[in-house]
């Protein structure tokens, strides 16, 4: 279907949201005369999302701009299990502890994208192990279980990637797809959810999902999908060569957010300018089609406002503007992102290779290494060819810092303490 007449599904369709629909025609005939109530599960592996879940964060997001009532739903029973899709092992088992710990921290940004309440429109946050807890296990397999088949749960693409492999897939994350699906049924009875989004990986799973939802309840359910995002260069969306790119600021500043999206390829700004800001389309279309030099500036829009919407405006701009001071002007900006080492072992020197395996430069000595043989570390602005090189307090400036460079784009600032 091309042309959608409510308007969310136009705007995820226009905005480049849409990988599959379960039903266009009577999804868009729903929302285009009711107040639907959709959701979107996160699962709690860490203490925060990163860049890669931020797709699912906006589509929460124009769900509620467009009249409707987005669910988030925190994964504290399934997290017990693991998500196996596509997985080539299992994941580590995490303690109750933990889950409810990483479920904290991935709570502290949706806020930033979502208007909660008690309203028909407003957002809710919920937690399926409210549910999955205190399931009776014989009641779950004769009332749930009757309704699956192994046969056609062995022919999903996520499972036959295992088995095609000869890697063991246990029991315990074979009923992760029950439970999942399990968890619809459970939100249409309280929620009144009618609609399943998420990653194209999770296809599988939604649609099972819907058929349970139909069988138990006899209701219409829908699912939507989004595309498995990759850069231009074929990179992971949500990874950076220091690591993930994570949403809280106290796992990743600001300003390092920034400069992820300031980094863009050119081929990828236009379609991440639809995906992760709310720019109007106009404006999209103006700042793609620059050519040259001048998409960089339109990579510094896309940086600001994907990072305006995440942690403010403020925080935003006195990214850009340390960026401006350090890439532009030369100096040594305090809102750099720093690594600080105890004073005492400044003084006596630390290894310039170890120092940036501490400051997330460089995954190990070997990469440092090469780094530097490569010409890509600066001390101070001036290059370092000398691999057994370390860095004291006479490296530190007037400002008492010294400044670690990688390339042209990677900059911190090392702080005695």
Do not use: C
């Not at 931020?54 to 997290?79: C, D, E, F, K, Y």
């Not at 492999?165 to 249409?188: G, H, K, P, T």
């Not at 994907?306 to 405006?313: D, E, K, P, S």
Request: hydrophobic residues 45%.
């Amino acid at each position: 279907m091309s042309a959608f007449k409510s308007d969310f599904l136009r705007v995820m369709s226009e905005r480049g949201f849409i990988h599959q629909i379960s039903d266009e025609a009577g999804l868009d005939k729903l929302f285009a005369t009711e107040t639907v109530s959709a959701y979107i599960g996160f699962d709690p592996t860490a203490p925060s999302l990163h860049a890669g879940g931020l797709i699912q964060i906006m589509m929460l997001h124009w769900l509620q701009q467009t009249g409707h009532r987005p669910v988030a739903l925190m994964g504290g029973g399934t997290g017990m299990v693991g998500d196996p899709s596509f997985k080539d092992e299992a994941r580590k088992l995490m303690t109750p502890e933990t889950i409810q710990g990483n479920i904290d921290g991935i709570k502290k940004v949706f806020s930033n994208y979502l208007s909660f309440g008690e309203g028909p429109r407003d957002a809710l946050m919920v937690n399926n192990a409210d549910w999955l807890l205190p399931l009776n296990y014989l009641e779950f397999l004769r009332d749930v279980g009757q309704h699956f088949s192994v046969n056609r749960m062995l022919s999903f693409d996520s499972v036959k990637l295992r088995l095609d492999r000869d890697q063991s897939l246990s029991f315990l994350e074979f009923n992760y797809m029950i439970l999942q699906a399990y968890d619809f049924v459970e939100l249409n009875k309280r929620y009144g959810v009618v609609l399943q989004m998420g990653g194209s990986d999770q296809w599988g799973n939604i649609v099972n999902g819907l058929d349970l939802g139909h069988r138990m309840l006899g209701e219409q359910f829908y699912a939507l999908t989004t595309p498995l995002l990759t850069t231009a260069s074929g990179a992971k969306m949500g990874k950076s060569l220091s690591g993930a790119v994570w949403l809280n600021a106290d796992m990743l500043a600001p300003y390092a957010f920034w400069q992820y999206w300031r980094n863009t390829e050119d081929a990828d700004v236009g379609r991440f300018l639809k995906l992760y800001t709310t720019l109007p389309l106009e404006e999209v279309a103006r700042l793609a089609a620059l050519g040259g030099s001048e998409i960089n500036e339109a990579k510094k829009v896309l940086a600001t406002e994907v990072t305006a919407m995440l942690h403010g405006r403020a925080a935003a701009e006195e990214a850009a503007e340390t960026a401006r001071k350090t890439f532009e002007e030369g100096a040594l900006a305090d809102t750099l992102p720093s690594v600080e080492v105890a004073a005492a072992e400044l003084r006596a020197g630390i290894g310039l290779l170890a120092l940036m395996v501490r400051a997330g430069l460089a995954a190990s000595n070997g990469e440092a290494r090469r780094h530097v043989q490569g010409g890509a570390v600066r001390l101070n602005d001036q290059p370092v060819a000398d691999e057994r090189r370390t860095v004291s307090d006479a490296d530190l400036t007037a400002e008492g810092v010294t400044k670690l460079s990688l390339g042209k784009k990677k900059h911190l600032l090392v702080r005695a303490v």
